[in-house]
């Protein structure tokens, strides 16, 4: 009988042989669709990590001081029942001395939700806990069935959105984005009109104010809102911008370097959609919860050829909004 | 990976992308045709996967990971081809004349056309385990990423295709000690 490494010996051994090189005909075949393959635009919220000095150290550390993030991981609230208490008049806790959990999106009970979607990335009806890079706190929320966590790519540090079914590739493009901001821009579709000194964007009121002067983005005037028990504002921005001159566009920078674009505001002619903010202040840090709160077909689903409808996800708003009154957060480290 | 190059490429830079092509075209066809063991998917699949490369580029958020998430892609589309022909086609190999005949070389033929037939019994998600792991050398975590699965799927799956092979093996060994038992 063979030995565990016998047989490893041997399958390696056997699959060095066979071909290694790539025909040039296959090669060539591909290179001359090239012109005719349009690229897949990523108009649903893509944290673009575009800055390469940031490590998972550097992360590892800043999730001890400051609230990093972008995205979000959901866990499932193993054995907890309701979650944590919400007070109104948050107690600081202690800033943990080591990061929150990696990723772990495995330990959610995965549930079939639909084509679009893996397996893996759909969540089973119950109580969801971000953690990970994206709140040193905790934020529970409780999930119905037929919404998954959406998973972009391969980077399973930033979980970013919570969305309702699966409809297309890439996701459905509607649901719940959770963010922390880093340095927000003046002008989302002009990089060389710089961003903010982070100090003129650190309240509530500055972040929102900030967003009221983008060009080409109307904002309703800020409501009072409150999340988990924490007062903030909520505002909606629509823009005239269209992806022609906003190509590259981004809203703001996380803190490892990434940055958010401006979805669904910004898309093609005719399939922009407007991007309702909730902005709360959780001892100094700045919980932003974005949604696409609105009825129709979203622009991802708009572009991978899903047709216009005005009312596709008018009941899964009443869904959404059963999901931000079940928001519970339980505090996070106050600011130095 | 040149991570400029793969920046160029998501920005549609097409010659940048042709030399992302050349650079990876031969890594991606040695893992499909390991995965599917056949040459003509193996192409197919790999043509389907460099396109797919071009085409999702830009939802790329990491260029630093552009390795794992091209083998996802590959590894999708040897789905795609295994699917497309469900019933495995005889893959008759080609040995080369005058390669000696003695016990040893005869025992690694059988070895061979053994594992074939056990790889064979594989699904295409044990196969990419095996490869990505065995051939590529790739550590388990990141062979987890690539396929988007959780580690411990990556271990189960390692373990019960390992398991399958060494049986293809033994199931060659058990008649020969037999024989020469007798």
């Known amino acids: 009988m063979s030995t565990d490494r016998d047989s490893t010996r041997i399958v390696r051994s056997w699959l060095e042989e066979g071909v290694t090189a790539l025909p040039d005909r296959v090669l060539d075949a591909v290179l001359d669709q090239v012109p005719a393959t349009p690229q897949r635009r990523s108009w649903w919220p893509a944290w673009r990590f575009d800055m390469n000095t940031y490590t998972k150290l550097a992360m590892t550390a800043a999730a001890v001081v400051v609230v990093a993030v972008v995205g979000y991981n959901l866990l499932p609230n193993r054995g907890e029942t309701g979650g944590p208490s919400v007070s109104p008049s948050p107690t600081p806790v202690a800033p943990s001395a080591s990061p929150a959990s990696p990723a772990m999106l495995e330990q959610a009970s995965p549930a079939a939700c639909g084509p679009?979607?893996?397996?893996?990335?759909?969540?089973?009806?119950?109580?969801?806990?971000?953690?990970?890079?994206?709140?040193?706190?905790?934020?529970?929320?409780?999930?119905?069935?037929?919404?998954?966590?959406?998973?972009?790519?391969?980077?399973?540090?930033?979980?970013?959105?919570?969305?309702?079914?699966?409809?297309?590739?890439?996701?459905?493009?509607?649901?719940?984005?959770?963010?922390?901001?880093?340095?927000?821009?003046?002008?989302?579709?002009?990089?060389?009109?710089?961003?903010?000194?982070?100090?003129?964007?650190?309240?509530?009121?500055?972040?929102?104010?900030?967003?009221?002067r983008w060009p080409g983005f109307e904002a309703t005037a800020p409501a009072p809102t409150v999340v988990g028990g924490y007062n903030g504002q909520l505002v909606a921005l629509t823009s005239t911008r269209?992806?022609?001159?906003?190509?590259?566009?981004?809203?703001?920078?996380?803190?490892?370097?990434?940055?958010?674009?401006?979805?669904?505001?910004?898309?093609?002619?005719?399939?922009?959609?407007?991007?309702?903010?909730?902005?709360?202040?959780?001892?100094?840090?700045?919980l932003i919860i974005m949604t696409t709160d609105f009825p129709e077909t979203s622009p991802n689903?708009?572009?991978?050829?899903?047709?216009?409808?005005?009312?596709?996800?008018?009941?899964?708003?009443?869904?959404?909004?059963?999901?931000?009154?079940?928001?519970r957060i339980a505090g996070a480290p106050a600011q130095p | 990976m040149d991570t400029d190059l793969v920046v160029r490429a998501q920005r549609g830079d097409e010659e940048a992308f042709a030399s992302l092509a050349v650079a990876v075209g031969d890594r991606l066809h040695a893992v499909s045709h390991r995965i599917l063991r056949d040459i003509d998917l193996a192409e197919d699949a790999t043509q389907q996967t460099l396109l797919a490369i071009w085409r999702d580029l830009p939802t790329l958020r990491d260029p630093a990971r552009f390795d794992a998430w091209s083998y996802r892609l590959l590894v999708r589309a040897c789905y795609a081809e295994g699917r497309r022909t469900r019933q495995w086609s005889p893959n008759l190999r080609v040995l080369p004349v005058d390669e000696p005949a003695g016990p040893d070389a005869m025992s690694s033929v059988v070895d061979r056309d053994q594992l074939e037939?056990?790889?064979?019994?594989?699904?295409?998600?044990?196969?990419?385990?095996?490869?990505?792991?065995?051939?590529?050398?790739?550590?388990?975590?990141?062979?987890?990423?690539?396929?988007?699965?959780?580690?411990?799927?990556?271990?189960?799956?390692?373990?019960?295709?390992?398991?399958?092979?060494?049986?293809?093996?033994?199931?060659?060994?058990?008649?020969?000690?037999?024989?020469?038992?007798?």
């Open chain 1, 116 to 212: 679009g979607g893996g397996a893996p990335d759909c969540l089973a009806p119950g109580t969801y806990r971000l953690t990970g890079n994206v709140w040193p706190g905790e934020i529970t929320m409780d999930v119905p069935a037929g919404w998954f966590e959406w998973l972009p790519s391969t980077d399973r540090d930033a979980y970013d959105a919570l969305l309702v079914g699966p409809s297309t590739r890439g996701g459905s493009g509607w649901g719940l984005v959770f963010s922390v901001v880093d340095a927000v821009a003046k002008d989302p579709c002009d990089p060389a009109k710089g961003r903010y000194a982070r100090a003129e964007t650190g309240s509530v009121d500055e972040l929102v104010a900030a967003m009221g």
């Open chain 1, 242 to 286: 269209t992806v022609t001159d906003c190509a590259n566009g981004s809203v703001w920078t996380i803190p490892q370097g990434g940055s958010v674009n401006p979805y669904p505001m910004v898309g093609a002619a005719g399939k922009a959609r407007t991007g309702t903010y909730r902005i709360v202040a959780v001892n100094g840090t700045l």
């Open chain 1, 301 to 327: 689903e708009l572009s991978n050829g899903i047709a216009d409808d005005p009312t596709r996800h008018a009941a899964d708003q009443v869904v959404m909004h059963q999901i931000l009154d079940s928001i």
């Open chain 2, 117 to 182: 037939r056990g790889f064979r019994r594989l699904s295409i998600d044990h196969r990419a385990v095996v490869v990505l792991h065995h051939y590529l050398d790739l550590p388990l975590e990141t062979v987890a990423e690539a396929l988007g699965v959780p580690i411990g799927t990556v271990r189960s799956r390692l373990h019960h295709a390992m398991r399958g092979l060494r049986a293809a093996l033994d199931a060659d060994a058990r008649p020969a000690a037999q024989e020469a038992t007798q």
